[in-house]
């Protein structure tokens, strides 16, 4: 992969190549892998479990901390592209289209300074 930042694409590819030279393949499976990334969202939490929002703006200038939160966030795009990766979906353009629908659904003028909730419905 060199030094240069990788594509969506190349990363897809390496994850692939990782699961094939370990025979993996089978247990890939998307249900699989979703549960695998909710487990990794879990580990993902505990690193904010309790913390006030301070203990997070302190912890965030940690390193230790940094590297245990790009693993567990790496972890869960490691599942996340795998699934991409089975169910033949091009995870960058699914971004794209939510947004676009998001955009429809939390128009600026209705949205703007509000939390995206059911209580803030107008």
Known sequence: M??????????ISLIRDFVRERNWEQYNKPSALAVSASIEIGELLELF?????EDVKEALKDEEFISMLEGEIADVMVYLLRIC???GIDPAQAIVEKMKRNSEKYPIEEWEGKAPNKLNRT
């Open 49 to 53: 479990q309790w913390k006030s929002d």
């Open 2 to 11: 060199g030094d240069s930042v990788p594509t969506l694409d190349e990363l």
């Open 85 to 87: 990766d089975k169910a």
